[in-house]
């Protein structure tokens, strides 16, 4: 199932290795590689900005979404955009918690743009961020699509990342799956803030 391209989709299950730089400058804060270690994707987030968004970038730069978080919503409303794009006729999915009040076990809808009416979820998250659990399924059934599962390092202890892998279903768009953990990680940096 392409979401944001059939590019991004594999017959077989597809394992993600994603590194979160706790401080970083230059490289963005999420690196995605594959089993081999191969960069794939990258996140660029501002780091002085007014407008909450990040750019997901493959592995030359390329941008190949927005994911725009909509301030003024009670439900942590994300709105994820092709490309560099923030018009609405560039709109893939919009994103939002399934009620106001979730600790610590976040529970998100997903709805693709087509999906106007947004009653029911075209995929839905659940799980514990903290415990790097959190699986996403299709519709509002337990049709697994992806699941996330943590991943410790003496390294990534030490130097300030947080590694956990993501298997990825065949035939579900990776790109996709990944905009999703970006989104909610940023969501948890937020709980944990307040």
């Known amino acids: ?62 941008p190949i979404l927005t994911l725009r978080e909509n301030k003024v919503s009670l439900h942590d409303r994300w709105l994820v955009y092709r490309g560099k794009s923030t018009d609405q006729s560039d709109l893939l999915y919009t994103l939002k918690r399934s009620s106001m009040i979730q600790i610590m076990k976040p529970k998100l809808d997903i709805f693709l743009a087509h999906n106007k009416e947004m009653k029911i979820c075209d995929f839905h998250v659940k799980g514990s961020w903290i415990d790097r659990s959190c699986v996403v399924y299709a519709g509002k059934s337990d049709a697994i699509v992806a699941q996330m599962h943590k991943k410790h390092t003496a390294q990534s202890i030490l130097i300030g990342k947080s590694n956990f892998s993501v298997t990825v279903y065949p035939n579900v768009d990776f790109a996709f799956i990944v905009s999703l953990i970006v989104i909610l990680d940023d969501i948890n940096r937020e709980d944990s803030e307040d």
Request: aromatic fraction near 10%; charge should be negative.
């Open 1 to 62: 199932m392409a979401i944001v391209s059939p590019n991004f989709c594999a017959p077989y299950p597809i394992e993600l290795g994603i590194v979160r730089k706790v401080m970083t400058l230059t490289d963005g804060n999420f690196a995605v590689t594959d089993v081999n270690g191969n960069l794939l994707f990258k996140v660029k987030e501002p780091l002085f900005s007014i407008s909450d968004k990040r750019i997901l970038l493959d592995a030359y730069d390329t």
